[in-house]
T-cell receptor
Framework: DTGVSQDPRHKITKRGQNVTFRCDPISEHNRLYWYRQTLGQGPEFLTYFQNEAQLEKSRLLSDRFSAERPKGSFSTLEIQRTEQGDSAMYLCASSIAGQETQYFGPGTRLLVL | EDKVVQSPLSLVVHEGDTVTLNCSYEVTNFRSLLWYKQEKKAPTFLFML??SGIEKKSGRLSSILDKKELSSILNITATQTGDSAIYLCAVNNAGNNRKLIWGLGTSLGVNP
C-alpha cells in the first residue's frame, strides 16, 4: 500500500500521560500536515512540514504539542500531559509542494480518560 | 477572516434521488477548492477545482466552481446507500497554500 499510513489507529490514555503518534506519508510527497478533527467539525490545522522543516504551527496549538520530521520522511506528533479536551481524531496528510491536493491517512483516534 | 460555509449541514434522501451540496467561501487570493468525502475514516479526495465553469466529473459525482458567486456545488445523481458520508469542502488561497480552510461538511444519508 503506497498511501499515507498512521500508527496507532486508536489510543486510549489517562489524563496526564504523554502520547506519540506516527505518520508515514506517500513516499514522493515532501509536504506533511497534521490536523485534528472532532465530531461534527472539519479538520483543524495543527502544523506542517516541507521536508524536515516545520514551516508553520497553529497558534491554537499549546506548548504541550510538538511535532518532528527528522529525516524528511515520517513524522511524529507528541502530546504531553494529555487532557480530556485532547480527545479527537488526529489526521496526517501529505502532498507534493506546489500541488494543493492533500492525501489523508486513516487517522489516529485518541481518547483521554 | 477566511471562511468556508457548506449547506445544508445535513440531509437525508432515498436511493435514486439526486442531491446538490453547496460550498461558499470568503478567502483572499483564492487558488483552488477541493471536495472530499469522509465516511468513518479520514477524508478521501474527490475533486479539485480552479477554474470557473469547468465541470469535473467522476461517475455519478460532478462538481463545478463559480468564482463570481464564490461558490461550488457537488452533485450526486442516482444516489446509493454507499454515498452516505460527510462531504467536506476546503479552499486553498494563493498566499497560504500550505494548509486548507475547511467547511464543517454536509452529512448525507441515503436510505434504501
Amino acid at each position: 500500500d503506497t498511501g499515507v499510513s498512521q500508527d496507532p489507529r486508536h489510543k486510549i490514555t489517562k489524563r496526564g500521560q504523554n502520547v506519540t503518534f506516527r505518520c508515514d506519508p506517500i513516499s514522493e510527497h515532501n509536504r506533511l500536515y497534521w490536523y485534528r478533527q472532532t465530531l461534527g467539525q472539519g479538520p483543524e490545522f495543527l502544523t506542517y512540514f516541507q521536508n524536515e522543516a516545520q514551516l508553520e504551527k497553529s497558534r491554537l496549538l499549546s506548548d504541550r504539542f510538538s511535532a518532528e520530521r527528522p529525516k524528511g520522511s515520517f513524522s511524529t506528533l507528541e502530546i504531553q500531559r494529555t487532557e480530556q479536551g485532547d480527545s479527537a481524531m488526529y489526521l496526517c496528510a501529505s502532498s507534493i509542494a506546489g500541488q494543493e491536493t492533500q492525501y489523508f491517512g486513516p487517522g489516529t483516534r485518541l481518547l483521554v480518560l | 477572516e477566511d471562511k468556508v460555509v457548506q449547506s445544508p449541514l445535513s440531509l437525508v434522501v432515498h436511493e435514486g434521488d439526486t442531491v446538490t451540496l453547496n460550498c461558499s467561501y470568503e478567502v483572499t487570493n483564492f487558488r483552488s477548492l477541493l471536495w472530499y468525502k469522509q465516511e468513518k475514516k479520514a477524508p478521501t479526495f474527490l475533486f479539485m477545482l480552479t477554474s470557473s465553469g469547468i465541470e469535473k466529473k467522476s461517475g455519478r459525482l460532478s462538481s463545478i466552481l463559480d468564482k463570481k458567486e464564490l461558490s461550488s456545488i457537488l452533485n450526486i445523481t442516482a444516489t446509493q446507500t454507499g454515498d452516505s458520508a460527510i462531504y467536506l469542502c476546503a479552499v486553498n488561497n494563493a498566499g497560504n497554500n500550505r494548509k486548507l480552510i475547511w467547511g464543517l461538511g454536509t452529512s448525507l444519508g441515503v436510505n434504501p
